[in-house]
């Protein structure tokens, strides 16, 4: 199992830029499939990108591509969100999630939760 914290939300006007760090602690991080998800109010998880568990793959959601990148750091055991080009609309909790089985962009693929960070963009 893996245990997975996030941090680097916060406040950011519009237009900028903020990184989310998840690190994680366990068994064999780097067979992880990781992803992230967020959840903003009113609406059920949704899923912003994932990267393989070798980083060598990534798959983003149409909302984010070109805006947001997702990196892995197997040495720190650490999974990143670089978010660029923020708008109102991405404002949110922002999970790091772990999948232990096959690459999916379904929540419900995914069986490991950090605890979220927020993340509020303002006009």
């Known amino acids: 199992q893996v245990q997975l914290v996030e941090s680097g939300g916060g406040l950011v006007q519009a237009g900028g830029s903020l990184r989310l760090s998840c690190g994680a602690s366990?068994?064999?991080?780097?067979?992880?499939?990781m992803g992230w998800f967020r959840q903003a109010p009113g609406k059920e998880h949704e899923f912003v990108a994932t990267i393989s568990w070798s980083g060598g793959s990534t798959y983003y959601a149409d909302s984010v591509k070109g805006r947001f990148t997702i990196s892995r750091d197997n040495a720190k055991n650490a999974v990143y969100l670089q978010m660029n080009s923020l708008k109102p609309e991405d404002t949110a909790v922002y999970y790091c999630a772990a999948n232990d089985g096959y690459w999916g962009t379904d929540s419900r693929e995914y069986n490991y939760w950090g605890q979220g960070t927020q993340v509020t963009v303002s006009s």
């Open positions: 366990g068994r064999t991080f780097s067979s992880y499939i």
